[in-house]
């Protein structure tokens, strides 16, 4: 039998499979994308994605995508409380897309807002790991540790990130934190003897205000206020620091210039509500109970008196000072505005113990804990650690080891606060309460539970 001259030859027959392979190959691709696309954009809702993403396979983009989404809908879930809700989308964006800083940032913070510390912070080690020069991790894991007495953990934090000499782009930075760390853990001798090792700092003009503490703590105050001063001058200087300044005047008595520091405060943060309250202290210190003083109180009261915080920043003051008449008149302002009238009266006996009235401090705590509402953690803290130490006062020993195992059920998710608690007791020298919160604080920074939905 003769062959067919028109038959295909077997290599044209691999090249039409081939061909029919490709095509049913292409047909599948465009079905995948099509089908990825799909189920992203319309049953994930996820509006960051996009067609050339899941053509392409861009994994890195799609996970940015669906972070972003993960955390807009968590901030809505934060701000209609349900914070379970809003804590798993947190912690899935971070998951999703770990080197989103803004995100992560989101996070710390939602985290920190429902007394999960101990979590922020691990959050933010976390991001420092993976992107550890980005100076907006840095400046807030290491405000968050000075601020919250941590200053140990802090040093052995830098030392284990950037190495002892601390080097790199952020040196300065890194530096600051390093020193501001070690004045509050070793002491001002300490600290001034890190400085000599790193002289480019005193070029740096946001190191100041740090530099400046050195100095003071180092009992070279003249120095110190000489060095703010010129700080307060310029543009970058926060409302902190002209109230440090004025205090430190203050305190070496120039309280003439320290009304001329709060002054300038004033002009500098006029809706700062702090900034009016520092004058009324200075002008206070200057010339206790005069003319200058009444006025300044008049005018706040007349300018700021409509916002409720006003009014409690002002007896917070009171409270500080011992000036228990204004506290009253302030008590009496807040019942006619239904303010929280509580928080008044704990301001109110801050007023009394400056007087050593510790009597009549813990009949009014007594009266404010009838009245607490339940579930209110953070006041409740703020009032057993008055009442611990109204008791250690009145030499009250089973009181104090019973309001200190009260503070410490309060504070047994929270092992920062915590440790601030017990330190702060320290400086008091209650040891009894020491000896109470010690014996709690592992068992506290063992717990790390996530935060649960208020009712």
């Known amino acids: 039998m003769k062959n067919n001259p028109n038959a295909p030859t077997p290599g044209q027959i691999l090249r039409k499979l081939a061909l029919y392979g490709f095509f049913a190959l292409f047909s599948l691709y465009l079905l995948g994308v099509a089908g990825g696309y799909s189920w992203l954009r319309f049953m994930r ?39 379970q ?8 964006g971070v998951r999703q897309d770990p080197v989103n800083v803004p995100g992560r940032l989101s996070a710390v913070k939602f985290l920190r807002s429902v007394r999960a510390g101990s979590l922020a912070l691990v959050m933010m080690e976390e991001g ?22 941590r200053d140990r953990h802090a040093l052995d934090l830098l030392k284990q990130r950037y190495g002892a000499g601390l080097v790199g782009k952020n040196s300065a930075l890194l530096q600051r934190y390093e020193i501001e760390a070690t004045l509050t853990a070793d002491g001002a001798p300490a600290a001034k003897k890190l400085l000599d090792q790193h002289p480019g700092l005193l ?44 205090r430190w005047q203050a305190t070496g008595g120039q309280t003439a210039d320290a009304v001329q520091t709060a002054r300038r405060a004033c002009e500098k943060f006029p809706r700062e509500l702090p900034a009016h309250v520092l004058l009324i202290e200075m002008l206070m210190t200057e010339t206790p109970g005069g003319a200058a003083g009444g006025q300044a109180i008049a005018d706040y009261l007349r300018n700021f008196g409509g916002q409720p915080e006003s009014i409690l920043l002002l007896a917070a003051l009171a409270g500080q000072k011992g000036w228990v008449e204004l506290n009253r008149t302030l008590y009496q302002i807040g019942a006619t505005r239904q ?4 928080l008044l009266a704990l301001a109110y006996s801050d007023g009394l113990a400056r007087l050593s009235r510790f009597k009549e401090v813990r009949e009014i705590l007594t009266e404010i804990e009838a009245q607490a509402i339940e579930g209110n953690v953070a006041f409740m803290i703020q009032l057993r650690q008055r009442q611990v130490i109204a008791a250690a006062a009145l030499t009250d020993g089973e009181g104090v080891r019973e309001y200190s195992r009260r503070l410490a059920s309060l504070l047994s998710r929270d092992a920062d606060g915590l440790d601030a608690c017990r330190r702060l007791f320290r400086r008091m020298g209650i040891a009894e309460a020491v000896a109470e919160l010690s014996s709690r604080s592992l068992a506290a920074k063992a717990t790390t539970a996530a935060p649960t939905k208020r009712k």
């Open 45 to 83: 809702k996820n509006d960051q994605v996009r067609v050339m993403d899941v053509a392409l396979l861009r994994l890195g983009a799609i996970r940015r995508g669906i972070a972003a989404q993960h955390f807009a809908h968590a901030q809505k879930e934060w701000d209609a409380k349900n914070f």
């Open 85 to 92: 809700a809003a804590y798993l989308l947190f912690s899935a």
């Open 128 to 149: 420092l790991a993976l992107t550890p020069e980005d100076p907006r991790l840095i400046t807030p894991t290491f405000d968050f540790l000075l601020s919250a007495g």
């Open 203 to 246: 070029q740096e003009r946001a190191a100041t205000p740090v530099l400046a503490r050195v100095l003071w703590e180092s009992k070279e105050q003249s120095k110190a206020v000489g060095l703010l001063q010129d700080y307060v001058q310029s543009s970058s200087a926060a409302y902190g620091d002209f109230a440090q300044l004025a």
């Open 339 to 342: 303010l929280d009238l509580n």
